[in-house]
């Protein structure tokens, strides 16, 4: 995603609000119109994190964006469409559902990433950079990838020196 001035990002949010599909039922919508319905709430997802706690301006909110968009299109992917349609709230369980999608792989991705940048790889960068919780980078990384965070770790602190 490239860095929008002023102009350029209102008109995106205006783009983004044009685009946004006619209100219909879940089970009707196309891939792509929920991935486009679901574009506000990756921003507003995004602007919850503080500039200063994005990695000390490492991430910077476009990035954020960036990523959010990503990880809603693989979200929407892996929908289990049984689950929405018997929910009495169709729209919020879709919400809670593409909100807590963080699997081992999304995590290790972020992990390569951050050694790539030689950056140490904590809880807390890999919550930011796939915008969850801390809580939920813990219930979600198995012990395999926890001795990879260390390897990698000491991978960079032997590069740094």
């Not at 009495?88 to 809670?96: A, F, H, N, Y």
């Amino acid at each position: 995603m490239k860095k929008y001035n002023q102009n350029n990002f209102s008109r995106y949010k205006q783009d983004v609000k044009a685009s946004q599909p006619k209100t219909k039922p879940f089970n009707e919508y196309t891939r792509d119109e929920l991935i486009i319905k679901f574009l506000p709430l990756v921003e507003n997802i995004a602007r919850n994190f503080k500039d200063s706690d994005a990695a000390n301006g490492v991430v910077s909110l476009s990035d954020r964006i960036q990523f959010g968009h990503i990880g809603l299109i693989k979200a929407v992917d892996k929908i289990v469409w049984k689950q929405i349609l018997t929910s009495k709230d169709p729209e919020r369980t879709i919400k809670s559902y593409l909100a807590k999608r963080i699997h081992e792989d999304d995590i290790y991705q972020c992990m390569l990433d951050l050694h790539d940048l030689g950056k140490k790889i904590t809880m807390t960068q890999l919550a930011l950079w796939l915008e969850c919780s801390t809580r939920t980078i813990h219930r979600n990384m198995g012990e395999e990838l926890k001795r990879e965070k260390e390897l990698l770790n000491k991978e960079n602190e032997k590069t740094n020196i």
